[in-house]
């Protein structure tokens, strides 16, 4: 007999090859998405990178408060060393000062003197000097004594001395070589004369 056939009231056979409908076996469609073990990754993988995130923003935040509060360290200890140039000049500036006084007295004083002990050559007769002559010569001569006057007497004479006009170093050398090397010269001429 042909399988699907029913005679009586037993029951046909459930064959498993039986068609249920008439288009074919019903296709189940599983649901799309994520299964559980899917969902509950990226639940942990989203947890871990707002935890990272975070603590990394703290750290980051933590570090440069650090490094700003080491620059504002440094910008104080710089305005203090600054102070203390500015403090060290001006101690500087003030000794020059009263040195440049004392000094200006000193001279002061030595052309005062010096004027004094020269006032009875003032006006004598003719040709004597005046008190301006006396005053000038004084003044030249007490003037000159002094470390700047020295200075500026020695670069009077650097600069007289940087012109044209003296014998520089390599024309000296140049000299010197072409003596030595003429002397050679006629030193082996007087060895080959003589042999």
Request: hydrophobic content about 40%; proline content about 3%; glycine content about 12%.
């Amino acid at each position: 007999m042909t399988a699907g056939m029913t005679f009586g009231n037993s029951t046909p056979d459930a064959s498993p090859y039986a068609d249920e409908g008439p288009y074919g076996t019903p296709v189940v469609h599983k649901k799309a998405g994520l299964t559980r073990r899917g969902k509950i990754a990226i639940a942990v993988a989203g947890v871990a990178i707002v935890g990272g995130g975070t603590i990394w923003f703290q750290v980051h935040s933590a570090a440069v408060a650090k490094d700003e509060k080491e620059a504002a360290a440094l910008q104080i200890q710089m305005k203090k060393l600054e102070l203390e140039e500015m403090r060290i000049r001006n101690e500087q500036a003030s000794s020059d000062k009263k040195a440049a006084s004392a000094s200006a007295e000193k001279i002061q004083a030595a052309v005062d003197k010096c004027v004094k002990d020269s006032s009875d050559q003032i006006g004598k007769g003719f040709g004597s000097p005046s008190r301006g002559d006396v005053v000038a010569d004084c003044k030249q001569q007490y003037e000159a004594v002094d470390g700047s006057g020295m200075q500026a007497a020695s670069n009077a004479q650097d600069a007289s001395n940087t012109g044209g006009g003296g014998i520089n170093s390599p024309a000296l050398l140049g000299l010197v070589a072409g003596g030595g090397l003429a002397v050679a010269v006629f030193a082996r001429k007087g060895k080959k004369a003589d042999a």
